[in-house]
């Protein structure tokens, strides 16, 4: 059965960096799509940032030149590296894998918190 567990997230300061990671296990992470969501108190869930099985990747608006997503195969794991945060970042960060079949998976989360 696939499991998502996020890690890394943590308090920091603006123009700080940070990086969360998500453990997949359950299945081979080669065969899903892996993205980046988040949600701020009081707003909906967005998606950050996407790889593909293929390894294309594509990130919001909003975070672009400050954020990279990546994933290690081998270790069946999935980065994303921030940096430059901003206040706006702050909220709870989730990992979602995306089966070939349209399947999807979610982690707990993990709060990344950016404040002075």
């Known amino acids: 059965q696939v499991q998502l567990v996020e890690s890394g997230g943590g308090l920091v300061q603006p123009g700080g960096s940070l990086r969360v990671s998500c453990v997949f296990s359950g299945s081979s992470s080669s065969f899903y799509d892996m993205n980046w969501y988040r949600q701020a108190p009081g707003k909906e869930r967005e998606l950050v940032a996407g790889i593909s099985t293929v390894g294309s990747v594509n990130y919001a608006d909003a975070v672009k030149g400050r954020f990279t997503i990546s994933r290690d195969r081998a270790k069946n794991t999935l980065y994303l590296q921030m940096n430059s945060l901003k206040p706006e970042d702050t909220a709870v960060y989730y990992c979602?894998?995306?089966?070939?079949?349209?399947?999807?998976?979610w982690g707990q989360g993990t709060q990344v918190t950016v404040s002075s």
């Open positions: 979602n894998a995306v089966s070939r079949g349209g399947d999807g998976y």
